[in-house]
């Protein structure tokens, strides 16, 4: 797969007068604090207050994550993606049809991998949940039943889909992006939570080298959005809107099917605000 390939298969966030409303009321000592000595206390509370308030946000939809002894501040999932693919000790899996980087990661690095079409025995899964496909729980469902090793979660719809509920015990690495749960893709921020240290990550994180702009954007859209904001506002209207545009809806409001072709949905919600 090229890049240029990889990119039309994107999916836009929705950013709509009340996000963009709440963005552009910011003062800009949230994202853009200045002092002439950055301080450990300017640096460290944000990476810890966005942890915190993301555990309590998630409570409804993930359980489990106060668990996980290491949590690191990523620059998006893909970020995360990266960092859990160079670490794999042995050949990376995932369900044929999942995510199409992590095919386009492990090509491009000449690296193992297998798509499976059915469940078997595997050293590493990663698995999209909500899924990349219909934004259901398909995926982790055929996931579980694999006889693994590793398994990753690489989340990156949560709040975005039906209301659903999973548990995080079992994963030993779980990312969960606020590109499009927060509708600000160019931030580049995520926490990627993990039962083993990551030493590359842990020496960034404990020096506060992180985006820390993003962190206390992300912290303050999660203390100004309800969890269930996108589903409620949008999940009513997804039959209406597909229908109209002769579309098959999926669990998720922000891709539909136009015949076999995945398709963002952000420009046809323009036509409800």
Not at 107 to 130: C, D, F, G, H, M
Not at 237 to 263: E, P, S, W
């Amino acid at each position: 797969m090229s890049t240029q390939d990889f990119y039309r298969k994107l999916i836009k966030p929705i950013r709509n007068q009340y996000i963009t409303n709440l963005i552009n009321n910011i003062d800009a000592s949230v994202y853009s604090p200045y002092d002439k000595d950055l301080s450990w206390k300017e640096r460290i509370l944000p990476i810890n207050k966005l942890k915190d308030r993301f555990i309590k946000w998630t409570k409804d939809s993930i359980s489990g994550l106060e668990q996980f002894p290491y949590v690191y501040v990523m620059n998006g999932n893909t970020d995360s993606l990266n960092v859990i693919f160079s670490n794999a000790v042995g050949k990376m899996c995932w369900q044929k049809g999942d995510y199409s980087y992590y095919n386009h990661w492990h090509t491009s690095q000449a690296r193992p991998y297998k798509e499976l079409t059915e469940p078997e025995s595997v050293s590493n899964i990663i698995v999209s949940w909500p899924g990349y496909c219909w934004g259901n729980s398909d995926q982790l469902e055929f996931a579980k039943q694999c006889n693994y090793s590793s398994i990753h979660l690489d989340c990156a719809y949560l709040g975005l889909v039906v209301p659903a509920k999973i548990n995080a015990d079992i994963f030993d690495t779980a990312s969960f992006s606020f590109s499009k749960s927060l509708a600000i893709p160019y931030n580049r921020i995520s926490l990627l939570f993990s039962k083993k240290e990551i030493s590359n990550l842990t020496i960034m994180n404990k020096l506060g080298y992180v985006n820390l702009s993003g962190v206390k954007l992300a912290t303050h859209l999660l203390e100004n959005i309800n969890p269930s904001y996108w589903w409620d506002e949008y999940g009513p209207k997804l039959d209406h809107m597909c229908n109209k545009h002769n579309l098959r809806k999926t669990d998720c409001i922000l891709f539909a099917y136009d015949g076999d072709q995945r398709v963002s949905l952000a420009e046809y919600w323009k036509e409800y605000e």
